[in-house]
């Protein structure tokens, strides 16, 4: 059996559900957008606590390799890269090091040789 204040909280119901639905056909949706501070809106943000919850292996799945690299304008990339100055670069680094190397080298060489040389002549 029904009871007596069913009736009354289903018409309250069906007109605060009408109400609510002509309320937000009236709202300017953009006016309103309009109003809200978005710097102040993403200050309140906590960056570090919504990055904890992404899945970072999930997303790369998402990427498509294959369409990020077709993306790449290579010309550019190594336009960018200025690979002259670059390679001239790593080569003057290499010949520094093979240089200081063979100087290196030669020293120990002619400490040795200056050793047998004191030897031979009794200098030592």
């Known amino acids: 059996m029904a009871r007596l204040t069913d009736l ?7 007109v605060a559900e009408r109400v609510v639905a002509l309320v937000v056909d009236a709202l300017d949706v953009d006016a309103l957008l309009a109003r809200i501070d978005l710097d102040a809106l993403l200050a309140r943000i906590d960056l570090d606590a919504l990055l904890a919850n992404v899945d970072v292996s999930a997303l790369m799945d998402r990427i498509d390799v294959d ?3 077709a993306r790449i304008d290579v010309e550019q990339l ?3 890269l200025n690979l002259a100055t670059t390679m001239a670069s790593t080569a003057s680094s290499a010949a520094e090091g093979t240089l200081g190397a063979v100087r290196r080298t030669a020293r120990r060489g002619d400490d040795v040789a ?6 031979l002549t009794g200098r030592r």
């Open 8 to 14: 009354p909280e289903r018409m309250s119901q069906a």
């Open 67 to 69: 369409e990020l690299m």
């Open 78 to 80: 190594v336009a960018r």
């Open 114 to 119: 200056a050793r047998w040389a004191d030897r």
